[in-house]
């Protein structure tokens, strides 16, 4: 049975920091690009980066860049997202996610899996 759990979320201030981390199971993870998402209520997800399946490339969002990075573990199954100096705008549940495709996918319908989400709020 395919499983991407999301953990690490919580309530934060500004400025601060906050890791997330996604744990597969069930599938060929080392084969598998992963994906982040987050979303708001009302609004539609928004990537916001992906890891190569070696952990070796990456990439993100505008909103993400410079503030947030991702890894990964292929021993343990796990991807990480460090996200630095956070703001309100980043309140969201965010969820990974993973595709066979050999691109870094930034589309939804390009991931097969997903995971459960973990929310994220950031206080001013």
């Known amino acids: 049975q395919v499983q991407l759990v999301e953990s690490g979320g919580g309530v934060v201030q500004s400025g601060d920091s906050l890791r997330l981390s996604c744990t597969a199971s069930?599938?060929?993870?080392?084969?598998?690009?992963i994906g982040w998402f987050r979303q708001v209520p009302g609004k539609e997800r928004e990537f916001v980066g992906a890891?190569?399946?070696?952990?070796?490339?990456?990439k993100y969002s505008d909103s993400a860049k410079g503030r947030f990075t991702i890894s990964r573990d292929n021993a343990k199954t796990t991807v990480y997202v460090q996200m630095n100096n956070l703001n309100p705008d980043d309140t969201a549940v965010y969820y990974c996610?993973?595709?066979?495709?050999?691109?870094?996918?930034?589309?939804?319908?390009?991931?097969?899996?997903w995971g459960q989400g973990t929310q994220v709020t950031v206080s001013s």
């Open positions: 069930g599938f060929g993870f080392s084969d598998y690009v």
């Open positions: 996610a993973a595709t066979p495709k050999l691109f870094l996918a930034r589309l939804e319908r390009d991931y097969d899996y």
């Open positions: 890891v190569q399946r070696s952990g070796h490339i990456s």
